[in-house]
């Protein structure tokens, strides 16, 4: 593991002003994923996108965490019936003229 790829959380909640309770809040609802190293608590550098687009979900929309796994959960089969089709339009291609 690179240290690159890792962000302190500390730093990061004491940079943009984030409780530092919102970071294990989202990490109780599965939402990202904490890892500690040594006596130090680390996201994953492309971990920090997510948390932004929760936070502003939250403060912008007024949704709260169990809004934003449920919001995350269609998203997710959004994208999963999306692919099936593009799927099912190659397929489909063959029999066109």
């Given amino acids: 593991m690179q240290a690159d790829?890792?962000?302190l959380i500390d730093h990061y909640c004491e940079y943009t002003q984030t409780p530092v309770d919102f970071i294990y809040s989202?990490?109780?609802?599965?939402?990202?994923?904490i890892k500690q190293i040594e006596s130090n608590i680390y996201v994953e550098s492309h971990t920090i996108v997510e948390i932004e687009r929760i936070g502003r979900l939250q403060n912008e929309l007024?949704?709260?965490?169990?809004?934003?796994d449920a919001l995350n959960h269609l998203t997710q089969k959004l994208n999963q019936l999306e692919?099936?089709?593009?799927?099912?339009k190659n397929r489909l291609k063959i029999y066109e003229p």
Wanted: hydrophobic content about 45%; charged content about 20%; glycine content about 12%.
């Fill in 83 to 88: 692919h099936e089709l593009k799927l099912v």
């Fill in 26 to 33: 989202l990490q109780e609802y599965g939402l990202i994923e």
């Fill in 62 to 68: 007024g949704i709260n965490l169990e809004g934003v």
């Fill in 5 to 7: 790829n890792f962000v």
